[in-house]
């Protein structure tokens, strides 16, 4: 069975920090892409970050570049997301899923349907 463990939510204020974690079981983590996906109630999805496999290539969002950094340990079958100078629009809850195969982030992200396996997300609330 396979299961994504989201972790590391909270309530921080703006310009702090949170790191979230994805427990990842019941896959060979290391064959495959991973990414945050964020939501707010009424919104759609936004995929926030990705990495291949290996970490090779990344992928961030416009909205969050410079100051989130995703990474993985595959040893550990953990995927993370260091989040920096968070604002009050980083509000949602933030979902890690995994990717059908590998990516090369150049070409460009995935859509959200594409993703076959989520967590069950974990909230992040930011105050201004």
């Known amino acids: 069975e396979v299961q994504l463990q989201a972790s590391g939510g909270g309530l921080v204020q703006a310009g702090g920090s949170l790191r979230l974690s994805c427990a990842v079981s019941?896959?060979?983590?290391?064959?495959?892409?991973m990414s945050w996906i964020r939501q707010v109630p009424g919104k759609e999805r936004e995929v926030v970050s990705c990495?291949?496999?290996?970490?090779?290539?990344?992928y961030y969002a416009d909205s969050v570049k410079g100051r989130f950094t995703i990474s993985r340990d595959n040893a550990k079958n953990t995927l993370y997301l260091q989040m920096n100078s968070l604002k009050s629009e980083d509000t949602a809850v933030y979902y890690c899923?995994?990717?059908?195969?590998?990516?090369?982030?150049?070409?460009?992200?995935?859509?959200?349907?594409?993703?076959?396996?989520w967590g069950q997300g974990t909230l992040v609330t930011v105050s201004s």
């Open positions: 899923a995994k990717d059908q195969r590998d990516r090369d982030y150049g070409l460009g992200y995935p859509p959200v349907y594409e993703y076959d396996y």
């Open positions: 019941g896959i060979t983590f290391d064959d495959y892409a």
């Open positions: 990495t291949s496999k290996s970490d090779g290539s990344t």
